[in-house]
Each structure stands twice: as structure tokens, then as C-alpha cells.
């Protein structure tokens, strides 16, 4: 079935370590690609998007994204993470070939220690 | 950037009740709006999709008559879910987006309780 797949559940790691949270995706043909960030007890944000051009993709608050079309990949970067990054991470794929529905991965729970 | 608000932020009902959550796309026009269910520690399921004044999709496995959706402004979705039951606590979250776009603005999530 066609899906998006986060590898990583959770993921723990200290204040100024890196972090990169995979993100796969089975559809082909046209898709735009979606980072978002749910703080505790807070809604979703956007943290960066793909539609199209560079593949390289600069975000809010330190984060990239690289989509990778030939991988199905769109993974997730953050070169020095701070505490206040702890919070749940989606990835979303809007597809052409799924009806322009907008199917978000199952998650990666990031909890960095002070 | 575009806001989408939801209304209320929690509920609290009783079994067998029906409780209606809005959600409102306060500075654009929402020609499609997704509703979506999260449970504990999970990611967000896709419920239905509803196009302005058209019949809303509904994803597999989800109750039309149970998850009524209504969408009959621009602005205005509605969800309401019929006959309660304990079972359908879960944190639901609309988004809308416009004509045209394929980012989807969300709004704040609506925690029902069913007790």
C-alpha cells in the first residue's frame, strides 16, 4: 500500500547533538513533501515544505529538509538540537497519485536532555 | 500566514450524545477541508475530506453516519459526531486549504472526551 514511513519512534539525544529523522514515501509521479512539529499540548506547524526546485530545504528554527526523488526520501536535519526542540515530528506527503490527500507518517517522538 | 480555527478546544460529553466541532478558516477560502483523528501517541489518521458544498469523502473504514460533515460555506466546516460512544475520545484536528494550494493550514485540534 502506498504510505509514508517514519523509521525512528523516538529518538533521545542530548542538547547540541544532531539529529536527522528519516522520512520515506511510496508514491510516484508528483508529490510535495511536509515537515511538521507538534509541541506538547500544542497544534501542528509547519516546519518546512517541498514543492518543487532545490532539493535542499531551509526551515524555521535551525531545521533543513533534502528530498532525495531517486531515495523516495525526505529527511529531516537539524545540525545542533536546543531542549526546546523536545516535541513529536510528522512527515507528510500530498500526492497526486492519492487524490491530493495530504497522509502523514506515523511520527518521531524527539525528547533532548538538557 | 493563513489561520484555522477550531471550535471548542475540548468537549466533554456524555454516551450517547451528539457534539458538533467547527472549524474555520478565519482569512482565506476554504474550498477543501480534512478532517483528521489522532489518538494517544499516534499519528493523523484522515477521516474525510469535503469540498465546499459537496458531499464529503470519507476514508475507508470511517462511519458517514456516525462522523457527519458538513461544509456548506467557504469559511465553515463542521463535524459532528452522532451517539457518543467512549470509544470516539480522540483529539480531531481540521485543516483547510484553497483552491489551487496544496498546503494545508491546520487548526488547534478539538480534544472530545465521551464519558
Known amino acids: 500500500a502506498q504510505s509514508v514511513s517514519q523509521h525512528n519512534h523516538h529518538v533521545i539525544l542530548s542538547e547540541a547533538a544532531s539529529l536527522e529523522l528519516g522520512c520515506n514515501y511510496s508514491?510516484?509521479?508528483?508529490?510535495?513533501l511536509f515537515w511538521y512539529v507538534q509541541y506538547p499540548g500544542q497544534h501542528l506547524q509547519l516546519l518546512l515544505k517541498?514543492?518543487?526546485?532545490?532539493?535542499l530545504v531551509k526551515g524555521i528554527k535551525g531545521f533543513e529538509a533534502e528530498f532525495i526523488k531517486s531515495k523516495f526520501s525526505f529527511n529531516l536535519r537539524k545540525p545542533s538540537v536546543q531542549w526546546s526542540d523536545t516535541a513529536e515530528y510528522f512527515c507528510?506527503?500530498?500526492?497526486?497519485?492519492?487524490?491530493?490527500?495530504?497522509?502523514f507518517g506515523g511520527g518521531t517522538r524527539v525528547l533532548v536532555k538538557p | 500566514g493563513a489561520v484555522v480555527s477550531q471550535h471548542p478546544s475540548r468537549v466533554i460529553c456524555k454516551s450517547g450524545t451528539s457534539v458538533k466541532i467547527e472549524c474555520r478558516s478565519l482569512?482565506?477560502?476554504?474550498?477543501?477541508m480534512f478532517w483528521y483523528r489522532q489518538f494517544p501517541k499516534q499519528s493523523l489518521m484522515l477521516m474525510a475530506t469535503s469540498n465546499e458544498g459537496s458531499k464529503a469523502t470519507y476514508e475507508q473504514g470511517v462511519e458517514k453516519d456516525k462522523f457527519l460533515i458538513n461544509h456548506a460555506s467557504l469559511t465553515l466546516s463542521t463535524l459532528t459526531v452522532t451517539s457518543a460512544h467512549p470509544e470516539d475520545s480522540s483529539f480531531y484536528i481540521c485543516?483547510?486549504?484553497?483552491?489551487?494550494?496544496?498546503?494545508?493550514?491546520f487548526g488547534q485540534g478539538t480534544r472530545l472526551t465521551v464519558v
Open positions: 517541498y514543492f518543487s526546485g532545490d532539493p
Open positions: 507528510a506527503v500530498n500526492a497526486r497519485a492519492a487524490g491530493n490527500k495530504l497522509t
Open positions: 508514491y510516484g509521479g508528483t508529490v510535495n
Open positions: 485543516s483547510a486549504r484553497t483552491w489551487g494550494n496544496t498546503e494545508a493550514f
Open positions: 482569512d482565506f477560502q476554504a474550498t477543501t
